[in-house]
Nanobody, 127 residues
């Protein structure tokens, strides 16, 4: 059974940076390298929304328009880990961030296309 565990969340001031990590266990590195990955978030009182996705090999990425130029998604297939580098954070970035994995190789924007989910990590952007 695949387990995803996020880490790296916390409190950051506006304009600051955080790097989220998502470690996958229960699968080999070979299998992890065949999975597309994604990040979603849910702000207070809001619905869950797509943030970023990356294909299985890490060569193709997409980020939502509202984080373009600030957030970067990456994937390390040698240690079963996905990352989300978040720069120039804004209060609107506050929320619980979830990583997700899909058994497909291509990058995916819709949550229903993902097979495995982490429990989430809280990110709070505030003074």
């Amino acid at each position: 059974q695949v387990e995803l565990v996020e880490s790296g969340g916390g409190l950051v001031q506006p304009g600051g940076s955080l790097r989220l990590s998502c470690a996958a266990s229960g699968i080999s590195t070979r299998t992890f390298s065949t999975y597309a990955m994604g990040w979603f978030r849910q702000g207070p009182g809001k619905e869950q929304e797509f943030v970023a996705t990356i294909n299985s090999h890490g060569g193709t990425t997409y980020v939502a328009d509202f984080v373009k130029g600030r957030f970067t998604i990456s994937k390390d297939n040698t240690n079963n880990t996905e990352y989300l580098q978040m720069n120039n954070e804004q209060p609107t970035d506050t929320g619980v961030y979830y990583c997700a994995a899909s058994k497909t190789r291509t990058e995916l924007h819709d949550s229903y296309e993902y097979h495995f989910w982490g429990e989430g990590t809280q990110v709070t952007v505030s003074t």
